[in-house]
């Protein structure tokens, strides 16, 4: 009886000692480990919601950088591009999908310009910026300098002071578009900064952004420019140089495709994944999606090329050009090598060529989807995708037949931006998770009946 007592004794006073080291543990590793079990609430939440760290959880900011919280950081390989919780999470994905939009409506914007005619009305630029003409002395001043320039000789010679100022303002308004554009990105950058949300790596790929989009406007006057020069032949039209409009809407691409890219890494850390199964078939359907991005984004540059040639007003037929499939003075340049960016007849060739081939390669991507176990979500992006590609090329075929009205030409332009949006979300959304959260996926997915 009594050695009952003891023992009963000796094993209260051990579970209250246990049960003290236990809490204790508990308490340090809340405040400074990112567990297997944090991360997968991280990777569990939905599709496209905005997913944080647990509450008491860090990653290194760029403020403040903690070795030893980025070290455990790296081992769960998930790796968080904002800090704070949610609510900056939202914030800086919010911030960076506006500015993804603008940089969209700066490209239609730019169509609707170049469409018009209106980009060389401009003669002078500021990088700051200047205030618009105010009065019609100033007005006057405007329109004697553009009087100078070779497309009023050429191409608008006659024209009214009222019709100028529609041109002049339309390239107003694009240019004073991108100067807002870079203060509607600086300052809440600033104050994301500021308050520590943002971490290292996020912090250097968005200066790299910023640093194009200022480069941008300098691109954009070395286009322009060239447009102001004197045509090598009286014979010639003047307009900007293909090369230079090709850099200027290239440059467009890419910072739109990195702020884009970025925002969905910031709301989606983790790609939606619910089975091994599903993770090895959006693997096999990324390997599909990286050429067939590629081939995308090589169409949408030729289609710069187009518009820096005129080559939209060259060859209004389809599918034939003309009466033939391939004209003959499609090599007449020399070097051979200038034909594919400078000969009107190659350039509509080679984009008509690329068009047809980015179309059957999605239609192929589609397709083999119909043969993999993939998110159902990945499945239906797969379509839509497709859907726009075909739309796409409608509109293509329908500015070519129409002979390139603006509004038809500026819809095949925000066309192109669509579908490499599509590709973009495509890519990012089958790239392969994080290792804590392929630890903790079954095999198959249950489907419940």
Known sequence: MFQSRVVASILKRNKAIINSLTSNLKGTCSSRCFTPSSANAVARTSFYGFRSLPKGHHVPSFRNMST???????????????????????????????????????????????????????????????????????????????????????????????????????????????????????????????????????????????????????????????????????????????????????????????????????????????????????AKLKRLAIPVSLIVGITAVSGAFVAGNDAGRAYNTFPKMGDVWVPDNIFELKPTIRNFFENTSMVQLDHRILATTTLISICGLWWSTKKLDIHPAIRTLVGATFGMAALQVTLGVSTLLSYVPVSVGTAHQAGALTLLTLMLLLNHTVRRPSMSLLKTLPEVTKTAW
């Open 68 to 282: 030893v919280a980025s070290v455990g950081t790296e081992k769960q390989g998930l790796k968080m591009l904002v800090t704070a919780g949610p609510r900056a999470q939202k914030m800086v994905g919010i911030w960076l999908f506006g500015s993804a939009a603008w940089v969209f409506s700066m490209v239609v914007l730019g169509g609707v310009t170049r469409l018009t005619r209106s980009g060389l009305s401009m003669t002078d630029w500021k990088f700051a910026g200047n205030l618009p003409p105010l009065s019609d002395e100033e007005w006057q001043q405007e329109f004697e300098k553009y009087k100078q320039s070779p497309e009023y000789k050429r191409v608008n010679k006659g024209m009214s002071i009222e019709e100028f100022k529609f041109i002049y303002w339309m390239e107003y308004a694009h240019r004073m578009w991108g100067r807002a554009l870079g203060v509607m990105f600086a300052l809440p950058f600033s104050y994301f900064l500021r308050k520590g949300y943002i971490t290292m790596r996020l912090g250097l790929r968005l200066s790299a952004l910023f640093a194009l989009g200022a480069g941008q406007g300098l691109i954009g006057w070395w286009m322009v420019k060239s447009g102001l020069e004197e045509p090598a032949s009286e014979y010639v039209e003047p307009r900007v140089s293909p090369y230079r409009l090709a850099a200027h809407l290239t440059s467009a691409f890419v910072i739109y495709s990195g702020l884009f890219w970025t925002a969905l890494s910031v709301v989606m850390p983790e790609p939606p994944a619910e089975s091994l199964a599903w993770v090895q078939g959006a």
